[in-house]
């Protein structure tokens, strides 16, 4: 499984996350990771952008419920088959 570092931009500690599926919609990236290589984990989905020099790529979080909606229908397989149930929104 790929395994990505985010390097958040306020300084905080670098997170790891490891990509589960990746995905194009209307020609833009979207990353499905999660916090943990096994068991139980927190999934999100990731909007790939790229940075304005061009030398590295920026994540930030689908956070709109219309564009998770259409994301999650392409990543509906795979949640299947890897047995993700998902829970939407705040709890």
Not at 30 to 50: K, P
Request: cysteine-free.
């Amino acid at each position: 499984m790929e395994k990505i570092v985010l390097i958040p931009e306020d300084g905080a500690s670098p997170e790891e996350f490891y990509v589960l599926d990746t995905a194009t919609l209307a020609g833009q990236n979207y990353l499905l990771v999660t916090d943990e290589e096994e068991g139980d984990g927190t999934a999100l989905i990731f909007r790939e952008l790229s940075a304005e020099d061009g030398a590295e790529v920026i994540y930030e979080i689908v956070e709109d419920d219309r564009e998770l909606d259409a994301v999650l229908t392409l990543f509906a397989d795979t949640l299947k088959e890897l047995g993700i149930d998902l829970e939407v929104g705040d709890e």
